[in-house]
């Protein structure tokens, strides 16, 4: 016994297993630092979270009022559903008295929640997207949760979270859950993206995949064509370039974190463009597009507003909006080449168009 070479269980598969979340957050630190301690607190936390999360989705077409809408509508303007404040409900839960994060903003809240009892310890702000894809959660398809990690800065004594107005770099970590037929946890602490695999039987995440890197290129975009006569010529003109090309193939879920999964592991392009009426389109900067650029960029790959690097970017609210196209670098390098091409035939057009007035 205690001679790996007498062991019926391969070494390998062994350390696997007891890879958990928590033990893969601590290895990337050099040592056990204060901080490095709470990180792997926090992750654990979230990974309560999820853990709850994937059970009440895993048995919600057996409960009654699991699903289906409250009849509110959140800050966004957009019809609740119950498993949206089910599991915005949840990472309060898991953060109230962890000594962990002062405030948690969610896309469901107007105003980040304040936690005054944690903030003399815990100096970090939580943001996160409860449910992404909430039309898919009443069919059993495929949803979400992304989460983002920042240093609270200051004291935000007026509540107003002004320092979260910051451009992505300032993130500490990123991360999805992904709760498809296993729940798979992707994370990054800025050093390389890591998957981990809930293994029911023994309520851990496990180690599945290290240092994931996006393909240069991938075959598939990901976009709801459905918009295509509300988008910009450009975005029009980039798909029929793909509709019109050999290799190009499209996947779309209606849940960004399953579509974006699928090319952080395949390669290829996510996108979710601004419209004529609205530029700024859907997805939300802090909670939703702002994470997984993170991850994007942690695997190699590339995110963008269609006209600049998306962690770039500065929001002027809590729940500003940005355009995104995310994935693989050549793809996105596409997409954005098509958009530039567009802003400067319409300048020039407008210029001779001014000439012509002119003369
Ligand atoms: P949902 O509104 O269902 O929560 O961010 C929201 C999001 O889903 C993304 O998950 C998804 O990619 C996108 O919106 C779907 O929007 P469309 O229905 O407009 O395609």
Known sequence: MGNSDQSIVPEHSLDRDCTTLSRHVLQQ???????????SAIMSRIALAAKLISRRLSRAGLMAGALGFTGETNVQGESVKKMDIYANEVFISVFKQSGLVCRLASEEMDKPYYIPENCPIGRYTLLYDPIDGSSNVDINLNVGSIFSLRQQQGDDLNGEAKD???????????????????????????????????????????????NITIPEHGPVYSVNEGNYWQWEES???????????????????????????????????????????????????????????????????KASTGKERLLDFIPEKLHQR??????SVEDVELVESFIKDWARRTSEAAAKETISSNS
């Open 29 to 39: 630190f050099s040592s056990f630092t204060a901080e490095a301690q709470d990180i």
């Open 235 to 301: 975005i029009r003109e980039y798909i029929r370039y793909v509709h019109r090309h050999d290799g190009y193939t499209s996947r779309y879920s209606g849940a960004l974190v399953g579509d974006f999964h699928r090319i952080l592991m395949q390669g290829g392009v996510f996108l979710y463009p601004g419209t004529v009426k609205k530029p700024e389109g859907k997805l939300r900067l802090l909670y939703e597009s702002a994470p997984l650029a993170f991850l994007a960029e942690q695997a190699g790959g």
């Open 322 to 327: 940005t355009p995104l196209a995310i994935g």
């Open 164 to 210: 979260l107005l910051q451009n992505g770099d300032g993130q500490i970590a990123a991360g999805y859950i992904l709760y498809g037929p296993s729940t798979v946890l992707v994370y990054s602490l800025g050093k390389g993206v890591h998957s981990f695999i809930l293994d029911p039987s023994l309520g851990e995440f496990i180690l599945a995949d290290e």
